[in-house]
């Protein structure tokens, strides 16, 4: 039984080191993508990178924009699809079932896993960074909302900052989210 359980920890940490790997190795084509971006536009320099517009996003880091990127290649490409296509694939838009007055709100089971985590951490991370969601995630849960519920709706509110900054070509404003100037 040791044996079996040693040899499942070291499948596991081998696991975790390639996966490590290859993170890095997104990280470092992501960078060539912006390098590339910004001298193709260097006359202009007006237009910004999609990769250097997710990196102004507090809470979004190598982990979280490696996982976008793989799962979410559009983005980088500036072919962005719809924004409830977005939701429904990330799994940040809930599934309401109803019959008669009950009522249930879940989380989507025909998701992308991959992306709906990235969602979740980049979620927990921007609670702890961004005031205004953290006061969010304050408010709906003193509603009596769950806390997996509550971080869907953050991941849900920054996936729209995210996609309107794609849209408009801006970094991130915090006076823009405070301001709710992000329109989808």
């Avoid at 040899?7 to 960078?31: G, P, T, W, Y």
């Amino acid at each position: 039984m040791a044996d079996q359980i040693r040899f499942d920890a070291e499948m596991l940490l081998n696991l975790i080191k390639k996966e490590a790997k290859i993170s890095r190795q997104i990280v470092k084509q992501l960078d060539v993508i912006q390098n590339n971006f910004a001298q193709a536009n260097c006359v202009e320099n007006t237009a910004k990178s999609p990769v250097e517009i997710l990196r102004s996003v507090p809470g979004i880091g190598d982990q979280i924009l490696s996982s976008i990127a793989v799962e979410v290649p559009e983005l980088l490409k500036g072919e962005l699809p719809t924004i409830e296509a977005l939701r429904a694939y990330s799994g940040v838009r809930p599934v309401t079932y109803q019959s008669g007055s009950k009522q249930i709100v879940s989380m989507r089971r025909t998701r992308n896993t991959n992306l709906s985590n990235a969602f979740y951490l980049m979620a927990m991370m921007v609670i702890q960074k961004i005031p205004k969601m953290k006061s969010e995630y304050r408010k709906f849960r003193t509603k009596g909302k769950t806390h997996m519920g509550t971080l869907r709706r953050i991941g849900s509110k920054m996936l729209d900052v995210i996609y309107a900054m794609l849209r408009d070509q801006t970094l991130y404003q915090e006076d823009k989210l405070l301001r709710q100037t992000y329109a989808t």
